[in-house]
């Protein structure tokens, strides 16, 4: 079954940077985009940005340019979300989900199951 | 505030039906894109409950079910279950803004 498992819960420091894995099993990785979605505590789901698997190409939501970088390892079929520059207010649960269909019509399925990172001095 | 509108909190008694409106604008669900609902239990990630307005994966209970008119659409929930206490997120695409993928601020469902 098409399954997305991320990495453990990470407390980082202000300033400091966080990487987070998602590993794809059970389908193409290079067939779907990938996209990261983050939730703060008892907040609502923002959108951060997709991965094209296959050629790497990126597309960021303007509030995180410049700190976000996405990147993939198609040898493991895994992705990864890297946000710099941490502080207070990224403390979040972070998930990844793959996309299906189109771009205007996209829609999330499977989510991985969320990584928390806590940012804490 | 999130850029597609949903009542903070919804309730119901077990056999009721309830809905739960998202609505947007005509950059989003009145440009005709898609409207996806998610459904979050507790403690767990979204899961796809409803997508392309009105469909169901394959598992997702007919009590569920989505409608689209205008600038809004709607989840229905009939014959509510202690189970289906969660949140839902109602998301769709927006073509005026660099963040295309939006989402509703999220509504928490709660069984009487």
């Known amino acids: 079954q098409v399954q997305l498992v991320q990495s453990g819960a990470e407390v980082k420091k202000p300033g400091a940077s966080v990487k987070v894995s998602c590993k794809a099993s059970g389908y193409t990785f290079t067939s779907y985009y990938m996209h990261w979605v983050r939730q703060a505590p008892g907040q609502g789901l923002e959108w951060m940005g997709i991965i094209n698997p296959s050629g790497g190409s990126t597309s960021y939501a303007q509030k995180f340019q410049g700190r976000v970088t996405m990147t993939r390892d198609t040898s493991t079929s895994t992705v990864y979300m890297e946000l710099s520059s941490l502080r207070s207010e990224d403390t979040a649960v972070y998930y990844c989900?793959?996309?299906?269909?189109?771009?205007?019509?996209?829609?999330?399925?499977?989510w991985g199951q969320g990584t928390l990172v806590t940012v804490s001095s | 505030q999130s850029v597609l509108t949903q009542p903070p909190s919804v309730s119901g008694a077990p056999g009721q039906r309830v809905t739960i409106s998202c609505t947007g604008s005509?950059?989003?669900?009145?440009?005709?894109?898609?409207v996806h609902w998610y459904q979050q239990l507790p403690g767990t990630a979204p899961k796809l409950l409803i997508y392309g307005n009105s469909n169901r994966p394959s598992g997702v209970p007919d009590r569920f079910s989505g409608s689209k008119s205008g600038t809004s659409a709607s989840l229905a929930i009939t014959g509510l279950q202690a189970e289906d206490e969660a949140d839902y997120y109602c998301q769709s695409y927006d073509s005026s803004l660099s963040a295309h993928v939006v989402f509703g601020g999220g509504t928490k469902l709660t069984v009487l």
């Open positions: 005509s950059s989003n669900i009145g440009a005709g894109y898609d």
């Open positions: 989900a793959r996309g299906v269909g189109a771009k205007a019509v996209v829609r999330f399925d499977p």
